[in-house]
């Protein structure tokens, strides 16, 4: 009897989302941005609107519209001024165009609650965005930024919530952590330090599997991207000095280039991060104390919970390619949105000396924040450190076991087929008891 009455209320779930999918996504222009409109086909009109964009990636297809839309919300995925093109990121100038999604949102007839939604870069981004909103210009003119926000951000009004859905704790600390501190490129010749070469067996890397670096090693590398941010933040203000004492080629700007610093674009790849490499590596890839866990039943567990993703030994051939491991920036675009100080990249993070900083910014939101981690990508620890730092009163986290960066299954993570099939169900269905309980 209990089984059935489990099938009939699983069918049932299966055909509330069928009557709600949406099957035409209306794409349209919000002043400068790029967006597409995802209601429900039929149902309740909605009255909550999720809103979902990345610094520079094409979200207009995201999967969390296609999700969230079927589950009776209205979705609004839309791409900033900075669509495709890192080098061009002037981060301070990205809460206009989230303010100009929000307006569009809190106009559409029945909407009376607006939930941002940070997926990977677009965490930092949507939560620069509330921090803003919440407390004024004041917090992205602090003292301590590299790069202030200028006047153009008065009046900005806060969201009603916000979801983190395997958000990062902003795009510096992915730029640090992906910085091969032993390379150096001088004379138009790659220079390795082979005692702090990730990617030399000696100092444990596996080309065949996962390797296993000594604490010593890890403590030494850690601090060594530090040292190489901090060498790469002194170049880069050091020339914006001379650019104003007309003292540079240059009257504006200049390009920046990291060599075997990572995937050049958004998202994974590329970089030298340690993690990547060896997921035993600790303080990264799992939670500090027991936190919920979402199994692919769809029961809780709480638990120390360790991610199950598999090492990635390829990035040894990607981060020394220029392709697919170099970043290229400008001294704006690195400063404003990619730097960050430090003293390792571990646990020596200044989160509040950048304003593209995750961690920084939900010290200063109120509103009820959810942090869901996926249990198969490398985010678990900075995600709960969310949790830990977060001011609202009312957050939330949770780990979706054996789920990707991308929400989907960790196919390669399974010691059994099919043992996460259900992580998008999972994840969404929880966002959606999430949202529903509070609005």
Known sequence: ???????????????????????????????????????????????????????????????????????????????????????SVRWEELPLDVKAAVDFARS????????LFGHSGGGPLMSFYQAVAEKGPAYCQAPERLVKCGGDLNGLKPADAIVFADAHSGNPVQTLRSLNPSVKVEG??????????????????????????????????????????????????????????????????????????????????????LAALDPSVAGLMSTMRPEKLLMNDGTIKTQIVRSVAVPQPETAATNRAFDTGTKIFTLKSFLSANATRATNSRDGIDYCSTNNSTTCAVQSITAPIMIAAMG????????????????????????????????????????????????????????????????
């Open 1 to 87: 009897m209990t089984a059935r009455i489990a099938v009939l209320a699983a069918t049932a779930a299966v055909i509330s989302s069928a009557c709600f999918a949406q099957s035409h996504p209306e794409y349209l222009r919000i002043g400068r941005l790029s967006a597409a409109l995802y209601k429900p086909d039929s149902g309740t009109a909605p009255h909550v609107a999720f809103l979902i964009a990345h610094r520079t990636a094409d979200y207009l297809n995201h999967i969390g519209c296609r999700e969230l839309s079927a589950r009776g919300f209205l979705a609004l995925c839309f791409n900033t001024r900075f669509q495709n093109n890192e080098a």
């Open 108 to 115: 559409q007839t029945g909407i009376t609650k607006v939930i």
């Open 188 to 273: 138009g010749k790659r220079l390795v330090d082979s005692t702090l070469d990730p990617f030399d067996p000696r100092n444990g890397y596996n080309p065949n599997g996962a390797s296993h670096y000594s604490k010593e090693f890890e403590e030494k590398y850690f601090t060594a991207q530090a040292r190489r941010m901090n060498e790469l933040v002194d170049a880069a203000l050091s020339a914006q000095t001379r650019i104003r004492n007309g003292q540079y080629p240059y009257t504006d700007d200049d390009i920046v280039i990291i060599p075997s610093g990572g995937n050049p674009g958004p998202g994974p790849g590329g970089g030298a991060t």
């Open 376 to 439: 198969g990508y490398q985010f678990i620890r900075d995600d709960e450190i969310l949790l830990e730092k977060s001011g609202s009163r009312d957050k939330d986290y949770v780990v979706i076991e054996g789920a990707l960066h991308g929400f989907g299954p960790c196919t390669a993570c399974e010691k059994t087929r099919g043992q996460y099939s259900n992580t998008v169900k999972n994840l969404f269905d929880y966002i959606r008891d999430w949202a529903n309980k509070r609005f």
